[in-house]
C-alpha cells in the first residue's frame, strides 16, 4: 500500500514524545495490537532517533513517522533510523526538497492557504493542518475543501476523542494525529496496557466512520 491507502486504513496516527529508548518497541507494540498500526515519533526529545531505530527493526510493519522534523538534515536522520516518513509543523521548502530528491514522503504543515498553495507548487497533494483546532478546525477544513479540492489533509493539534469522528468524516481527510492515545505519563510509567486500551478506544472511534 502506498501512504494514501495506508493513512486512509489507519484513521489516526499516535504522535508521541518518548523520552525512553527502552519504551519505544513495546510501546509500538501496545499501538499495534490496539488497532493502530503506526506512530509519529517526535524529533522532541534525545530518545528520538535511536526509538525511530528500534521501531523499525523490531516492529517493522508499524508505519513509522518521524515528526517536528525542522531541517533537512534531522529529516536525514530520521530516515537512516528507519523513519517511513516525514511530518514537519510547517512548510520548510528545504526540508520538502530533500524528501523529493531521496523520493521519501513528507507531509509538511500548513496553517494557512498560502502555505497550501506552496505545498501545491511543490507538487504536494498530502499536508498536515496544524495546529489543527486553533485554525478553525473541522470548518477550516470545509472551507479549503472548494479552493483545494485535490488537497488531502492529516489535521493533528487539538484533534481529540470528541472531536476525531468529525475530523475523519471531512471527504478531504486522510488521517488524524493524536496526542491523546500516548499519555506522557502512561509513556514515562511504562503502563503499556493502558495504552492498547486508548489505542483500541480510538480505533473504534475510527471505525464508527469508516
Not at 475543501?145 to 488537497?151: D, H, I, K, L, T
Not at 503499556?192 to 473504534?204: C, P, Q, S, V
Amino acid at each position: 500500500m502506498n501512504i494514501y491507502e495506508i493513512l486512509q486504513k489507519v484513521g489516526i496516527v499516535p504522535v508521541i514524545k518518548i523520552d525512553t529508548v527502552a519504551h519505544a518497541v513495546p510501546l509500538a507494540k501496545a499501538l499495534k495490537n490496539g488497532g493502530l498500526p503506526a506512530a509519529e515519533i517526535t524529533f522532541r526529545s534525545e530518545a528520538a532517533e535511536e526509538s525511530i531505530r528500534a521501531i523499525s527493526k523490531e516492529v517493522p510493519d508499524l508505519f513509522l513517522c518521524a515528526g517536528t522534523v525542522l531541517t533537512p538534515s534531522l529529516a536525514r536522520q530520521a530516515v537512516d533510523a528507519g523513519a517511513k516518513a516525514i511530518i514537519s509543523p510547517g512548510t520548510n521548502l528545504e526540508t520538502i526538497s530533500w524528501c523529493k530528491e531521496k523520493n521519501i514522503p513528507i507531509i509538511p504543515g500548513c496553517a494557512t492557504p498560502s502555505e497550501v498553495e506552496a505545498c501545491m507548487r511543490e507538487g504536494l497533494d498530502l499536508v498536515k493542518l496544524f495546529p489543527s483546532e486553533v485554525v478553525g478546525g473541522v470548518a477550516m477544513l470545509k472551507a479549503l475543501s472548494g479552493p483545494y479540492a485535490s488537497m488531502r489533509f492529516m489535521p493533528t493539534g487539538g484533534v481529540k476523542p470528541n472531536n476525531v469522528k468529525d475530523y475523519l468524516s471531512q471527504k478531504n481527510v486522510l488521517a488524524c494525529g493524536g496526542t491523546w492515545i500516548v499519555p506522557s505519563d502512561l509513556l514515562k510509567a511504562g503502563n503499556f496496557e493502558e495504552i492498547e486500551r486508548l489505542a483500541k478506544e480510538a480505533a473504534a472511534l475510527r471505525d464508527e466512520v469508516r
